[in-house]
Each structure stands twice: as structure tokens, then as C-alpha cells.
């Protein structure tokens, strides 16, 4: 584990991201831009390549908010999203930590997470603020 931004080939990661069906149209620049400005981030990384992610968006005082989890399908069930979240979570004392999930209700209660349902959320103007829908190149 590690939240070293040189440890990740941001093209690779895009890559793996769009074959494991966990791409949401990032380019790999968006994607190095986006861990960037995450101080709790947590790379999970394997024979050089990154084959898992987490990162909080974090006040430092009260609330968080856990983002890009992810763990490559053929890694999974080895503990390594359940490392990655205590890797977060040490560092996120004192913070009310919220996430959304529809997939891994289960997981997510097993650490603890407790199921809420509020919450509503929208884009605010474009996504990605691209035109058209246009996919992003790099």
C-alpha cells in the first residue's frame, strides 16, 4: 500500500480501469489530476502495477467522503479493499466518513459502515465539463 502518486502509470491505470467495467470516462491526466488534489489517497500496488484504489475527499476536521474504491477483479477477496479503507481510515480521526455504494452493501457493513438513506446528489453543469458527451483524449 502506498499514496505515492509515482508509484502509478496513469495510463495503465486508466487502461485497467476501463477493462475491469470501473471507468467513468476520466482521462488518464483527470485521473492523476484527481488523486492529486486527494491528500487520503492509497494506491494497492502489485509486481509495479496498481491493482487497487481508494481516496477520501476530507475536510481535516469533521467530514469525509470515500471515493474510487476499487479493486481489479482478479485481486479480489484478498483483503485488499478491507486494507486499503484502514489505510483511510487511520487517517481519517475524528471524521464522520460517508460513501455510496450499491454493489458491496455487505462489505462496506462489515467495516463498520452503516446503511443511510439520505442523500441526493447532481452534476453540476457538463460532466467532466466536456461538450456533447465528448470522451476526453490524452
Known amino acids: 500500500m502506498t499514496d505515492e502518486l509515482a508509484a ?7 487502461r485497467a ?15 492523476e489530476t484527481s488523486f492529486a488534489a486527494t491528500p487520503v489517497r ?11 484504489t ?8 469533521c467530514n469525509a467522503f ?4 476499487w479493486t481489479n477483479s482478479a485481486f479480489r477477496r484478498q483483503g485488499l479493499a478491507r486494507r486499503m479503507m484502514g489505510f483511510l ?7 464522520h466518513v460517508a460513501l455510496f455504494t450499491e454493489h458491496a452493501v455487505g462489505f462496506y457493513g462489515v467495516l463498520g459502515y452503516s446503511e443511510e438513506r439520505v442523500g441526493m446528489s447532481k452534476v453540476v453543469g457538463t460532466w467532466l ?8 483524449r490524452e
Do not use: S
Open 8 to 14: 502509478v502509470d496513469w495510463a495503465e491505470l486508466k
Open 17 to 31: 480501469v476501463a477493462e475491469d467495467n470501473f471507468d467513468n470516462g476520466r482521462t488518464p491526466g483527470e485521473l
Open 42 to 52: 492509497v494506491f494497492a500496488v502489485r509486481e509495479g502495477k496498481v491493482i487497487g
Open 54 to 61: 481508494a481516496r477520501a475527499l476530507a475536510d481535516g476536521v
Open 66 to 69: 470515500v471515493v474510487d474504491v
Open 89 to 95: 481510515e487511520e487517517r481519517l480521526e475524528g471524521h
Open 129 to 136: 465539463r466536456r461538450k456533447g458527451g465528448q470522451r476526453g
